[in-house]
C-alpha cells in the first residue's frame, strides 16, 4: 500500500527566507507525486506535479519540488517565502494503477510567515 | 476552477440522523472522490466512483454509503451520524486524459455532529 509522510506538522519561518517542506512517500512502482496547498478555509489548490522526466518540477507562485527516488523523496522549496504563503501544504501520492486512481495524502505541514 | 460544487457548505446535525451531502460537477469528469479532512491526518478517502452507478469503497468508508445516479452528482450519506464523523469533506474529480491523475477539489462541507 502507499503511504506519505510529511515529517513537520508546523513550520515557522520569516519572511524572504528560503523554504523546504519534506515529503517522503512509500510505493513500489514510479508514483504520481503532488503538492497541494490549502488557504484557512479553502479547499486545496494543485501547486506543482511529477508524473515523470525531469526530477525538478515547478509550480505555481514561485514553488519547485525535487523528486529523489533513492530518498523516497519529493521535498517542496520556496527561495523567498511571502505572507501570502502562510497555508496548509499536503503531499500526495497515487498511482495509474491502483483502483480508482486513488491519491494518498500525507498528515499536511502547516506554514507560519513571520513578518 | 473544475466546475465542482458541494452542498451544503456548512452543517450542524446531531448525532443519529442521517445526512446527505451533494457534490455536483460540470464538466462531465467520470471519476469523482469523497474525502474527509482530519486535523494530522490530511485527507483521507472514504469512497470514490468511477462512472454511473459504480462506486467503492476507499479508506475510511464504515458508517457511509455513496450513490451516482447521473454523471454529475456524487452524493455522500451517513445513515446515522456520529460525533466521530464531526469533519470538513471535500469532493473531487480526476481530470481527463493528459493530466492522469490529477484531481481538483471543490470548496468543502464543513459537518458538526453535536
Known amino acids: 500500500a502507499q503511504s506519505v509522510t510529511q515529517p513537520d506538522i508546523h513550520i515557522t519561518v520569516s519572511e524572504g527566507a528560503s523554504l523546504e517542506l519534506r515529503c517522503n512517500y512509500s510505493?513500489?512502482?514510479?508514483?504520481?507525486l503532488f503538492w497541494y496547498v490549502q488557504s484557512p478555509g479553502q479547499g486545496l489548490q494543485l501547486l506543482l506535479k511529477?508524473?515523470?522526466?525531469?526530477?525538478l518540477v515547478q509550480g505555481i507562485k514561485g514553488f519547485e519540488a525535487e523528486f529523489k527516488r533513492s530518498q523516497s523523496s519529493f521535498n517542496l522549496r520556496k527561495p523567498s517565502v511571502h505572507w501570502s504563503d502562510a497555508a496548509e501544504y499536503f503531499c500526495?501520492?497515487?498511482?495509474?494503477?491502483?483502483?480508482?486512481?486513488?491519491?494518498?495524502f500525507g498528515g499536511g505541514t502547516r506554514l507560519m510567515v513571520k513578518p | 476552477d473544475a466546475g465542482i460544487t458541494q452542498s451544503p457548505r456548512h452543517k450542524v446535525t446531531e448525532t443519529g440522523t442521517p445526512v446527505t451531502l451533494r457534490c455536483h460537477q460540470t464538466e462531465n469528469h467520470r471519476y469523482m472522490y469523497w474525502y474527509r479532512q482530519d486535523p494530522g491526518h490530511g485527507l483521507r478517502l472514504i469512497h470514490y466512483?468511477?462512472?454511473?452507478?459504480?462506486?467503492d469503497k476507499g479508506e475510511v468508508s464504515d458508517g457511509y454509503s455513496v450513490s451516482r445516479s447521473k454523471t454529475e452528482d456524487f452524493l455522500l450519506t451517513l445513515e446515522s451520524a456520529t460525533s466521530s464523523q464531526t469533519s470538513v469533506y471535500f469532493c473531487?474529480?480526476?481530470?481527463?486524459?493528459?493530466?492522469?491523475?490529477?484531481?481538483?477539489f471543490g470548496p468543502g462541507t464543513r459537518l458538526t455532529v453535536l
Open positions: 500526495a501520492v497515487g498511482a495509474d494503477n491502483n483502483a480508482g486512481n486513488m491519491l494518498t
Open positions: 510505493y513500489g512502482a514510479t508514483p504520481y
Open positions: 466512483s468511477y462512472g454511473v452507478k459504480d462506486t
Open positions: 473531487a474529480i480526476r481530470a481527463l486524459a493528459g493530466r492522469l491523475n490529477e484531481q481538483f
Open positions: 511529477y508524473f515523470s522526466g525531469d526530477t
